[in-house]
């Protein structure tokens, strides 16, 4: 199994930025997505979470909500984050994960992870 976050990069405040995760090496549309985040020196966030082709399951932690949409592309193998009204506070490293089972928000719970994508938010 192989997953792949892309999409960082540097984004002012109030500006957009658009996350994808793509998998390979299982059957993308069978498993739930989350995304989390980690700034330097903070423990690991939840993010956002979507379910598995067909469930209407979408999850957002409190900070992001509103200003942040997860949307899931099965004929690519690609979950999209994208963030809107970016502020300071959500400058981090973006993991993608992957769960089997259900749509998680701890950590823990994922199967897989991928290689994170990094945010700065610039003032």
């Known amino acids: 199994v192989q997953l792949q976050a892309s999409g960082g990069g540097l984004v002012q405040t109030g500006g957009s930025l658009r996350l994808s995760c793509s998998a390979s090496?299982?059957?993308?549309?069978?498993?739930?997505v989350g995304w989390f985040r980690q700034a330097q020196g903070k423990e690991r966030e939840f993010v956002s979470a979507?379910?598995?082709?067909?469930?209407?399951?979408?999850y957002y932690g409190d900070s992001v909500k509103g200003r942040f949409t997860i949307s899931r592309d099965d004929a690519k193998n690609t979950v999209h984050l994208q963030m809107n009204n970016v502020k300071p506070e959500d400058a981090a490293m973006y993991f993608c994960?992957?769960?089997?089972?259900?749509?998680?928000?701890?950590?823990?719970?994922?199967?897989?992870w991928g290689q994170g994508t990094l945010v700065t938010v610039s003032s």
């Open positions: 994960a992957l769960d089997k089972s259900k749509v998680a928000i701890m950590a823990w719970e994922y199967d897989y």
């Open positions: 090496g299982l059957t993308f549309s069978d498993w739930a």
């Open positions: 979507i379910g598995w082709s067909g469930s209407s399951t979408i």
